[in-house]
């Protein structure tokens, strides 16, 4: 169990951040699985266990006999209203997922992005110095939208002239509501073929990036990667370099602006940056849901009973983030928190790709924030704030400031 060391007025709970949690998407059931545990009604229709313990989601989670190329296929079990390309890493089980992720491995760990760090800063400093100019600044609309996605850019050798172009469809494609499966999978399909003449050099590409290093190293592989394989590894990094990345910062930002003991405390200490943004991944939600249904391929014991073999399981990381018998007093968020490691981005085999670079982005960030804007104050009641509640990913859509 681990141990928190709390630091007087230097917390915040998340009753006081409004909006925060988004509503469930799935529907609890009252009854229990064959093996005695809790139940919920994906959106697809189909019956999953639902495992919210600490131990139970790690559990699963490290387990790679819980398949995931099962769930995407027609009338799969899932919260996607569609498939996706198998050959996206989150689709894939054992070998092929070990062959595809040992290729990427070494450039997005955390000594990989660390050669980002002078692109991070520029960009902060040229969106900090736009944020200025502002008659009536938005701290979302000057600098998150466009930080994450340009940094991204360069650490791909995309483009930065392309951004309006492939943008509108990535966009979509994290956001979308639902209800709107044809405009979704449009542009879906745009940005696809967009990220594919990138890799077949129909587009141009920067040689000093991580498409063209990609291109010429791929005969590396054990087989070599094809070039469906390749787009399969950047389509991930096109949309979660951008959208999933903004929106955690979007939301990270706005909670520290409702909390203001905890903003102070950042101004105070900026060197608590890398505590506070674990701390707040670990109580932020992404987006809607915090993983994807697997398929049990054998029978596994849970501390609340028996998966068995065939069960489609909803790990709900999320949740895990929040058991009290791991994290006491879950729903404070607390900078100075010691013990286990949240499940934020994932665990195992299908640890995120991007966490790496979240972790730099989000750190940087919020470092130079503090040093800079020391007395920066949500301009708005945070309760009045619009947010977007896509099919993945949920964020405040504006951040009115002022200092």
Not at 334 to 343: F, T, Y
Request: charged share 20%.
């Amino acid at each position: 169990m681990s141990t928190t060391t709390v630091s007087a007025g230097s917390t915040a709970t998340l009753a006081e951040i409004p909006h925060l949690d988004p509503p469930p998407a799935y529907t609890p059931l009252s009854g229990r699985s064959a093996g005695g545990l809790p139940q919920i009604a994906l959106p697809s229709g189909h019956t999953a266990v639902h495992l919210t313990r600490y131990a139970d989601v790690h559990k699963v989670l490290t387990d790679p006999t819980f398949a995931r190329t099962e769930t995407n296929v027609d009338d799969g079990p899932s919260f996607l209203p569609t498939t996706m390309p198998p050959e996206l890493l989150l689709n894939l089980d054992a070998p092929d997922h070990a062959r595809m992720r040992g290729f990427v491995t070494a450039d997005y760990s955390a000594a990989g992005v660390e050669r980002l760090r002078p692109t991070v800063d520029a960009v902060i400093g040229e969106r900090f110095a736009a944020l200025r100019a502002e008659d009536r600044p938005d701290l979302f609309r000057t600098v998150l939208d466009l930080y994450p996605v340009m940094v991204n850019c360069h650490f791909l050798g995309i483009p930065v002239e392309d951004i309006a172009y492939f943008r509108q469809y990535s966009r979509t494609v994290q956001m979308a509501p639902r209800e709107d499966i044809p405009h979704l999978l449009d542009h879906f399909w745009k940005v696809y073929g967009y990220v594919t003449d990138l890799v077949t050099g129909e587009r141009p590409v920067r040689p000093d990036g991580l498409i063209a290093r990609f291109v010429a190293a791929r005969d590396s592989a054990d087989p070599g990667l094809t070039d469906k394989e390749l787009v399969g590894l950047l389509l991930g990094s096109v949309l979660g370099g951008d959208q999933n990345i903004l929106s955690v910062l979007t939301k990270a930002v706005y909670t520290l602006l409702c909390a203001p003991p905890l903003w102070r405390r950042l101004v105070d200490d900026p060197s608590i940056a890398p505590r506070l943004v674990e701390e707040l991944a670990r109580v932020l939600p992404l987006g809607t849901i915090s993983t994807f249904p697997r398929v049990a391929t054998r029978d596994l014991e849970t501390t609340g009973g028996t998966i068995h073999r065939g069960d489609v399981v909803y790990a709900d990381a999320f949740a895990a983030n929040r058991d009290p018998e791991v994290f006491p007093d879950p729903e404070v968020i607390d900078p100075d928190r010691n013990g286990r490691r949240h499940l934020q981005f994932g665990y195992g085999m299908h640890h995120c790709m991007g966490a790496a670079l979240t972790r730099l982005e989000a750190t940087a960030l919020l470092t130079r924030l503090a040093e800079e804007f020391p007395t920066l104050a949500l301009d708005a009641d945070p309760r009045t704030l619009a947010w977007d509640h896509g099919t993945l990913l949920r964020r405040p859509t504006s951040l009115p400031v002022r200092w």
